[in-house]
């Protein structure tokens, strides 16, 4: 099984706040890892430095490598607009765009990396991928606030597919949605490993319990221990995830 | 699109942007150098103090339109701030009633009315029923400018006030009127003072409502029934002059009239900022 | 902002007495009544009235005459309207791509530093007074039109009627580019909030998937803006029909209809500053009164659904938030 994403030696922060301390992990590809950890503790920062996005806010630094298929991001020759493309990311509160339509929301990736050609198909595919072409097929035309917050958020997986990355990273997805909506997300992301590689963050032990082949805690900055979900779960190795896990803190 | 072409985009729309923002403040560049360059050398204790004189004659000044331009604005602050903050806070007192929606919308809608528009106003009111330029006319047409302005900041600034506030002293037997005074007006004096000096800072410098209400004047203030010479149309008619000296006192006048709007913004500018 | 005040208006209802606090409820609402509504009646009033005289002579026709002449009494208001619209147009023209390029610098590109010193700068601008901006205007822009912008306009596009010469320093050209001076403070400070409104998660999301930062800003930072982006331009086209004392001292106050850009023209605001005091018959002044009315009517329309969108454009924000 190989390794997707290597991390080594990943510090980044704000300014003068060191939030990632010395992180090297592995993401395996094709598999489902989860992020957990107690508020603050830098899971977000995290997934952001995966795709470049954490280098956007304007004190933000980064320091170490991120190897995707073995050639760094953070080299000097890589475009941040390419890595984006490859490595997607669905947020915490879904965002669709409201002045476009649900087509066109989907169709905004493949038109400006050049993907001009049957977009109609890719808009479809990217639904249906999301699991939501049945529910809006008959209203594409129609704008994105009409749909529900679990709707929206499948949007915004469909939207994220239409590029062709190759890992999605999920940022709490399902924070803002109801149980069921939450069922269906999951369910989703179960299917999509087969063709992606999935990192997900989420302060819910038991979503990673449930969808996650590998698992990471975080806490304060540092990445304590990391292996498969099971191991994680039933036989943590440091006191600090059976802490965790446990529940007697975060 | 390929990367290259979409990269060549970007650092074009860059481009674009920082040249906006050069092209927008060359002219501003141009206009304060040529002020001061051509200005400066105007300036002097007569200029400021003395009488104009005829075209080609030395020695003359802007004194009385220096002069005229204080009395002008103080007749339209004597008419409008009690008008503006009065309305003002009605419509932050009472938010809910009819009359404070239409009072809105029309002191909203009030703010865009052309400066020249309320010269006419101001002289079909005052100039033909009293038979002459006044100051008083000029004052009346600077105060239709300034009335919209002054209801809307006040308002604005009473509504700043936390509810927590209004709330405790309702909450201490206080009537509404009293509260209103003493605790909202009070808390908000700041808000308004700045709202009002602004507004002052703005029609300080208008020229179209004096135009035929205040008109010109080439002596001393002489009564408020009487035309009277102001900053800015001294400026404009010495500007649209043939002589070349008027032309150069024109410069002089505007450096005084900048010096005192700036002067005016920059400290109230820095005032609020210490206060916040 | 909402504004927990008591809600009941002492006036509700039928039984109230003159306690202090209806007195001061009543005061204020009088001295509201006066300060706006009897302003705005008034002045409405005396307009329709002034104008009274050349209403009843010429009807509707006024607005589309371009017979300007007090000596024969004939007057018409075309060459006038069409000066402030193609005036305004054009300063909208320039005015509009720059003040966006000037909001997009300050809040996406500028670095702060940068940021803190250029935009108190740009709202200086707005500060000068127009009656100054116009002097700059005869003495150095109106030179620089006519020998360094006019010639190579006319050289290289002058096949087209817009841009023929001879061509003159005052000029509808000129007007445009200072009211495009003017104009941009107001529509580059209420685009920068509309920008700044605009959701941080909303420009990560176009980010994520790989699109550039003007990709970005076109598709989406700028619709999602569109609506308050759209008041801005209304408050400034508002601003650009109403300018008196910068048009009339750069534009070159002749009643006649040019399609040369190069050419002099008359706005509806300069007329009135230039033949009010000269109008010698009552039929002349009311005229221009009438003028004046026409031009209010227009910028009271144009304000109006400025306010109207901005208005329904909040709604919506709040909608999606």
Known sequence: MENKIEVLDLNAGFGSTHVLKNISINIPKNRVTAIIGPSGCGKSTFVRCLNRIHELVPSAWVNGRVLLDGKNIYDSDVDPVDIRRRVGMVFQKPNPFPAMSIYDNIAYGPKIHGMKAKLDEVVEDSLRKAALWDEVKHRLKDGPLSLSGGQQQRLCIARALAVEPEVILFDEPCSALDPVATAKIEDLILELKENYTIVIVTHNMQQAARIADFTAFFLMGELIEYGETAQIFENPRDKRTEDYITGRFG | MNMLSRKAMDRLFTFFCIASTALAIIPLGSMLYTIFVKGFSVISIDFLTKLPTPAREAGGGFGNAIQGSFIVVGIASIIGIPLGIGAGMYLAEFPNSRLSRIVSFTADVLTGVPSIITGIFAYLLIVLRFGGFSALAGGVALATMMIPFIVRTTEEAMKLVPAELREASLALGAPRWKTSLAVVLSTARFGIITGVLLTIARIAGETAPLLFTAFNNRFWFDGVMNPVATLPVMIYTYAISPFEDWHAQAWGGALVLVAMILVLNIGIKLAAGRRW | ?321
């Open chain 3, 1 to 321: 902002m909402k504004l927990r005040v008591p809600s009941f208006s002492i006036l509700n209802g039928k039984n109230w007495k003159f306690t202090p606090d209806t007195l001061f409820q009543i005061f204020l609402g009088v001295l509201s009544i006066i300060s706006v509504i009897v302003l705005a009646a008034l002045l409405l009033r005396e307009l329709i009235k002034g104008s009274w005289p050349a209403l009843s002579t010429f009807g509707l026709e006024f607005l589309f005459s371009t017979a300007w002449n007090p000596v024969t009494g004939e007057f018409g208001a075309l060459p006038f309207i069409y000066g402030t619209i193609v005036s305004s147009m054009l300063a909208l023209l320039i005015g509009v791509p720059l003040s966006l390029g000037i909001a997009v610098y300050l809040t996406e590109i500028a670095p702060s530093r940068v940021r803190a010193i250029l935009s108190p700068v740009v709202e200086l601008l707005a500060a000068i007074p127009s009656v100054i901006i116009g002097l700059w205007g005869i003495f150095v822009l109106a030179p620089f039109v006519r020998e360094h912008l006019a010639p190579p306009l006319m050289n290289y596009l002058g096949f087209l009627p817009l841009f023929k010469g001879p061509a003159y320093g005052y000029s509808v050209l000129t007007a445009g580019l200072v009211l495009a001076i003017m104009i941009i403070p107001i529509i580059s400070s209420v685009s920068r909030e509309a920008i700044l409104a605009v959701p941080s998660l909303q420009k990560e999301g176009s980010l994520a998937l790989g699109a550039t930062r003007f990709e970005t800003i076109i598709s989406v930072v700028l619709p999602y803006a569109k609506g308050a982006i759209f008041g801005a331009v209304m408050l400034g086209l508002g601003r650009a029909i109403g300018e008196t004392m910068a048009v009339t001292m750069v534009i070159g106050n002749n009643p006649q209809i040019f399609t040369s850009l190069l050419h002099p023209g008359y706005t509806m605001a300069a007329v009135i500053a230039n033949e009010f005091t000269e109008a010698t018959d009552d039929v002349y002044l009311a005229a221009l009164i009438e003028i004046g009315l026409v031009l209010f009517a227009i910028s009271m329309v144009v304000n109006i659904i400025a306010r109207v969108i901005t208005w329904k454009y909040l709604k919506l924000e709040e909608g999606l938030s």
